[in-house]
């Protein structure tokens, strides 16, 4: 029983210290004041690299593909495309 509840205080510990760890290196010591942008498609370095987010290069090919298929004459409801 002893060795559970040690374990429990000193894991208790650690997540306090990473905790304020965490809130002090970024928030305090940062210049902005906040946490860093840590998103693909919001990154200026990432776009500097040419990546992109998945999600947004799903939507432009599904716009691209609308395109295409708008442009088709439909015949019975379905697109013959040719």
Do not use: W, Y
């Amino acid at each position: 029983m002893q060795v559970l509840i040690i374990s429990i205080v000193l894991v208790g510990v650690a997540g306090v210290l990473m905790a304020t760890s965490i809130l002090f290196n970024k928030l305090l010591f940062n210049k902005e004041g906040r946490f860093p942008n840590t998103s693909i498609g919001h990154n200026p370095n990432m776009q500097k690299l040419g990546i992109t987010c998945a999600k947004g290069d799903a939507a432009k090919e599904f716009r691209k593909s609308r395109e295409v298929l708008g442009s088709c004459s439909t015949k019975g409801g379905g697109c013959a495309c040719g």
